[in-house]
């Protein structure tokens, strides 16, 4: 079984500031993981992506995240916000089995603010 | 480089009615996933395919149904449309040898 929890609904930061979204994981076998953003009505855009490698990992438009094991964490940060970065992230975990098939499990999702 | 392609963009639908959404996969993907996303709410996985077989099943209810084709683009039946049913429904598609899936941009279906 696995489940992702995102701690926070609502995050609200002035451009400029540190991004910190927070995800934490529970899966049963080493899973992957990734955050994704969708910006309103658009479609889900992977920012980046954890799968047994490099436990910090870099992703698109200056987002970075580390997989901490002992704390069942993957949060999603930022050193500095841009407006355009108001947007829902998902925290998404997967097992990965090499013959495809097992579904995502979608955190509840983090509306992120951006104020001037 | 293609993307995942979901027809139509947009859908309205009276209760009671039928509807079909197609998906087409990223070339050489041999996974399909179908989400829901109702208003303000995250993506509910509903089922996926690989390999044109059901692999995984979630929250989808009797009067939907899905298939994986020969060509593996999927589609996702609905019948007896409630207004409930009203979301942005998802594809996604990804390579079994690989974990990144992509999304298509959904497809809005929005029952009166």
Request: aromatic share 12%.
């Amino acid at each position: 079984a696995q489940s992702v929890t995102q701690l926070d609904s609502h995050v609200s930061v002035s451009e400029g500031t540190p991004v910190l979204l927070r995800c934490n994981y529970s899966s049963s076998y080493s899973p992957s993981l990734f955050w994704y953003v969708q910006h309103p009505n658009k479609g889900l855009q992977l920012l980046l992506k954890y799968t047994s490698a490099a436990t910090l990992v870099k992703g698109i438009n200056g987002f970075e995240a580390e997989f901490k094991k002992s704390e069942t964490s993957f949060h999603l940060t930022k050193p500095s916000a841009h407006m355009s970065d108001a947007a829902e992230y998902f925290c998404v975990v997967t097992l990965f089995w090499g013959g495809g098939g097992n579904k995502l499990t979608f955190g509840t999702g983090t509306q992120l603010k951006v104020e001037l | 480089a293609a993307g995942v392609i979901q027809s139509p963009r947009h859908l309205i639908k009276e209760k009671r009615e039928t509807a079909t959404l197609k998906c087409y996969p990223i070339p050489r993907h041999d996974t399909v996933y179908w989400y829901q996303q109702g208003p303000g709410q995250d993506p509910q996985f509903l089922i996926s395919f690989y390999e044109k077989m059901q692999s995984d099943k979630g929250s989808i209810p009797d009067r939907f149904s899905a298939q994986q084709f020969s060509d593996y683009h999927s589609e996702l039946n609905m019948s007896s449309l409630e207004l409930g049913d009203s979301a942005l429904y998802f594809c996604a598609s990804r390579d079994g040898q690989n974990t990144e899936a992509f999304f298509g941009q959904g497809t809005r279906l929005t029952v009166v």
